[in-house]
């Protein structure tokens, strides 16, 4: 099992069923929310095949767009991005931290990849991304 994490004021979190090759969430909620959410699905799984979480890391992006507002916006998601690596260290949750993707993809463009139907924003399109297709063999050097 693996949980794509999209950290922010609005957290974008996906639970992708690496056995199945399908997902169980995919949704946008507040970081608690989201991290309660984690919490639930690795107590099931952990001893079950294994849970990892994989973390949009907006401090391992190397450009950011210019603009004070947008700057005082990263300040926010990367405080965010380190906060979710804390969680995971304090749950002992492995977890790995990924750059941000600065490709986006629109809910049809969503839809026709993952068959996922149901609604999504584009933090929970990002978080969903992450994990989709990846396998259940966890490869334990890339997690912490």
């Not at 993952?114 to 259940?136: C, L, Q």
Request: glycine share 8%; proline share 3%.
């Amino acid at each position: 099992m693996w949980a794509g994490i999209d950290p922010g004021v609005k957290t974008g979190v996906a639970i992708w069923n690496s056995f199945e090759q399908e997902f169980y969430e995919i949704k946008t909620c507040t970081m608690t929310e989201a991290q309660i959410l984690v919490l639930y699905y690795y107590d099931i799984y952990k001893d079950k095949g294994g849970f990892a979480c994989r973390i949009e890391d907006a401090r391992l992006r190397k450009f950011w767009p210019k603009g004070v507002g947008r700057l005082q916006g990263v300040g926010s998601v990367k405080r965010s991005s380190q906060m979710w690596e804390e969680f995971c260290q304090v749950h002992d949750i492995p977890h790995m931290l990924r750059a941000p993707s600065s490709t986006k993809m629109n809910a049809k463009m969503f839809a026709r990849l993952t068959g996922w139907t149901g609604r999504t924003s584009e933090h929970a399109r990002d978080a969903a991304v992450s994990v989709f297709g990846m396998k259940p063999n966890f490869n334990r050097k890339h997690l912490k």
